[in-house]
């Protein structure tokens, strides 16, 4: 490799000239002055023509460069350089004493969003445990006609119907059962009145406030029929009821009970219909038919539970 030649010789300049331009990067320590807009002093204007150096001195924001020795570069500034303040706080405990206002604020900041995040999941579990179905303790039969009891009515009408039309649902959501038997007296060739029951376990979806307004407002929405709240059967129940019976030979009989016990729903209904043709001439009355259908209801659902 060869070697450079030399450079000239530069004349030796008086004591009173200013201190030619330094080749180090950092300002000349024999050139003080105001600080610089980074919080360090400019380095002395260099004579024109003189090369410019284009480094400049790393600092940390807000913290003056501190000076060195006459003849030597500024002492590197204390402190870890990669710990510079950033565009967003950093999170961390707040200083032991004096100072630190938004520290604290930020550290409390953070405190109160982990306090609102567990505050929001125990919400959500509750509420999740809330809509766990309420059963009662209820099991749906594979055979609601086998099920049901219905002695009172069997009583009235001792025909055995040999051939009841039953259904039965069974899925995630609900599990449904259905059962319609037709009732005869023991001297009638055709059933003198039917009577129907549904059993509803609802799995998914709460059916109280849909079940309080379909039936506590039935006589609103269906003309001639009246509402009577019943007591002392589940959590709630309404009777139903529709008379447009005169005499034995005319008119119609309908009577339902309808229950809520929890998320499981039970509805039992008598109807009957009276022409001159009919060999029924004394059915049971409107009175009856409700006492009937509280008696057997009652014992039907406590056999549901079993």
């Known amino acids: 490799m060869s070697t450079p030649p030399e450079p000239p010789q530069q004349p030796t300049p008086p004591?009173?000239?200013?201190?030619?331009?330094?080749?180090?990067p950092y300002p000349s320590p024999q050139t003080p002055g105001p600080g610089g807009p980074l919080g360090f002093p400019p380095a002395a204007p260099a004579p024109q023509g003189a090369p410019q150096s284009v480094y400049a001195q790393p600092t940390l924001?807000?913290?003056?460069?501190?000076?060195?020795?006459?003849?030597?570069?500024?002492?590197?500034q204390p402190g870890n350089p990669y710990l510079q303040q950033g565009?967003?706080?950093?999170?961390?405990?707040?200083?032991?004493?004096?100072?630190g206002g938004a520290g604290r604020a930020v550290l409390w900041a953070a405190l109160g969003a982990l306090v609102a995040s567990a505050a929001w999941a125990a919400g959500v579990f509750l509420i999740a445990g809330a809509d766990k179905a309420d059963l009662a303790g209820y099991t749906a039969p594979s055979n609601l006609c086998n099920a049901i009891d219905y002695s009172s009515f069997k009583a009235e009408y001792p025909t055995n119907d040999g051939a009841p039309t039953r259904n039965?649902?069974?899925?995630?959501?609900?599990?449904?059962?259905?059962?319609?038997?037709?009732?005869?007296k023991t001297t009638s060739t055709y059933a003198d009145a039917y009577l129907y029951a549904q059993l509803d376990l609802h799995k998914k979806t709460d059916p109280g406030p849909e079940f309080t307004a379909a039936w506590k407002n039935y006589g609103?929405?269906?003309t001639g029929y009246d509402v009577e709240t019943v007591?002392?059967?589940?959590d709630e129940a309404y009777l139903v009821?529709?008379?447009?019976?005169?005499?034995?030979?005319?008119?119609s009989l309908y009577a339902t009970l309808a229950v809520r016990d929890g998320w499981v729903t039970y509805t039992m209904s008598y109807s009957a219909y009276y022409s001159s043709y009919d060999a029924d001439t004394d059915p049971p009355t409107l009175d009856e038919v409700s006492d009937m259908l509280r008696t057997d209801t009652r014992t039907t659902l406590a056999d549901l539970k079993d």
């Open 15 to 24: 004591s009173d000239a200013p201190a030619p331009p330094s080749a180090y």
């Open 61 to 76: 924001v807000g913290v003056p460069a501190q000076p060195g020795q006459p003849g030597q570069p500024p002492q590197p």
């Open 87 to 99: 565009p967003y706080p950093v999170v961390g405990p707040p200083p032991a004493s004096g100072g």
């Open 168 to 184: 039965r649902l069974e899925d995630d959501a609900l599990d449904e059962g259905l059962c319609s038997i037709s009732l005869k």
């Open 220 to 222: 609103d929405s269906h």
């Open 231 to 234: 007591t002392g059967i589940g």
């Open 241 to 251: 009821s529709n008379d447009t019976t005169s005499g034995s030979s005319s008119g």
